[in-house]
């Protein structure tokens, strides 16, 4: 039974009928949607919002996670990045083991689950006061030291981790695979045009799409269930975000490990080299997020909901199924400006729109089904914290 209203064009109509029987659109379809507007734009949200429904039910989910900002140093400079810091510059800083188990205890009293490990990509390649700051600790790498915090997190608090520290090796993934439950890339976007001069990823090494994609696939290779996703609003064209999500649909094809696609739209900052650079629209994410629904099918799909304070209750219509990790400690320090909901606000608004908000794990319950992309030293605590259904036990959900 086809759910699109009564208004749009033929050949709107006709690629929406067909995805809603499982047939994604065509690279050109999905450009054609693109550009939708009108009836058809609602027909195309109606239709997104029906093919999550017959994968996903009306379950939408969450993970409660404690956010590491292990070094806030890197050798990229992206346009649009208020992260980033260099040395002896104010806010530059590096957590030591103290403090990251600090922050990780504070989160586990908290109730929260996952330890996101977000940092700044192979900075010792650049600054060598960073590398002699690691020499002096004993490790040869950013990706050595977080590999060591990983492990003592866990051993110390239980909490799993999910490291997401850039562009890395297969030899990498692999030293890293022992002690995350997951592990993410952005992929961000496909195309080389943004590495030209005046675009947010020129002079950055690490946002080489071929170099981004290479990591993707390695993380496939290695069993590694694996978060990516696409940044909305930096330059790109429309075609270039459908190209960019199809090329993560094919890779998930081949490896069959993209647990989760996230759609994230860039935020003007005052403080950043794209502080007057135009935010994309609310219509724009909506339908960004409806095509990757009708390209991807039954893939997880996510936006954060801290970035529309005043509209992410539309999400839910355009077809995500996740918002993402939410913190009850630790904000969100890619968008410092941005809060979380309160879970309380989230439970909410999700009811009032007629779905459940269900807790997470850094790992989506299809993935804890297979016990090949599951770590043996993270198996035990995983087990102990879910329920038949790969979600969080409700008895263990941290208070809202
Ligand atoms: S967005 Fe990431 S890679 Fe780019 S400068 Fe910021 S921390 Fe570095």
Not at 145 to 165: D, I, K, Q, S
Not at 304 to 325: C, E, K, Q, S, V
Request: net charge positive; glycine share 8%; charged share 25%.
């Amino acid at each position: 039974m086809v759910s699109v209203r009564v208004g749009p064009r033929r050949r709107t109509r006709s690629i929406l009928i067909k995805a809603q029987d499982g047939v994604p659109p065509t690279r050109e379809e999905a450009y054609h949607l693109m550009e939708v507007e009108g009836p058809d734009f609602w027909a195309l949200i109606d239709a997104a919002s029906s093919i999550r429904d017959r994968y996903k039910g009306r379950v939408v989910t969450y993970s409660r996670k404690v956010f590491i900002p292990l070094t806030n140093l890197c050798r990229d400079s992206c346009g649009y990045c208020t992260f980033v810091r260099r040395p002896g510059q104010l806010g530059a800083h590096t957590m030591g083991e103290d403090e990251v188990l600090a922050v990780a205890k504070a989160g586990r009293l908290l109730g929260c689950k996952e330890a996101l490990f977000s940092l700044g990509d192979k900075p010792e390649l650049k600054y060598l006061s960073y590398r002699r700051w690691l020499q002096d600790k004993g490790f040869g790498s950013t990706l050595a030291y977080l590999r060591h915090m990983c492990a003592l997190v866990f051993e110390r608090t239980g909490l799993l981790p999910h490291a997401n520290p850039g562009v890395m090796t297969e030899e990498d993934i692999a030293a890293l695979r022992p002690y995350n439950a997951s592990m993410g890339l952005m992929l961000e976007n496909i195309s080389y045009r943004l590495l030209r001069p005046g675009m947010p990823h020129h002079r950055c090494p690490d946002k080489v799409p071929r170099l981004r994609l290479a990591t993707i696939e390695a993380a496939g290779r290695q069993q590694v269930a694996f978060t990516t996703g696409i940044l909305i609003g930096i330059g790109e064209t429309a075609q270039e975000r459908v190209d960019s999500l199809l090329a993560i649909g094919e890779v998930h094809r081949r490896y069959g490990h993209i647990q989760e696609v996230i759609v994230q739209n860039f935020r003007a900052k005052p403080d950043i080299p794209m502080w007057n650079h135009p935010e994309p629209s609310l219509e724009e994410m909506l339908k960004t997020l409806a095509v990757a629904r009708l390209l991807l099918q039954d893939m997880n799909i996510q936006a954060p909901p801290n970035l529309a304070p005043r509209d992410y209750r539309l999400y839910l219509h355009a077809g995500i199924n996740d918002w993402g990790g939410i913190s009850p400690l630790t904000q969100d320090f890619i968008n410092p400006e941005a809060p979380w909901p309160q879970l309380r606000e989230l439970r909410e608004v999700c009811a009032q729109e007629g779905f459940q908000l269900r807790e997470r794990l850094a790992i989506y319950p299809e993935y804890i089904r297979k016990p090949e992309f599951v770590s043996q030293n993270l198996w035990p605590r995983i087990k102990e914290l879910v329920d038949e259904s790969g979600l969080v036990k409700p008895e263990a959900e941290g208070p809202y």
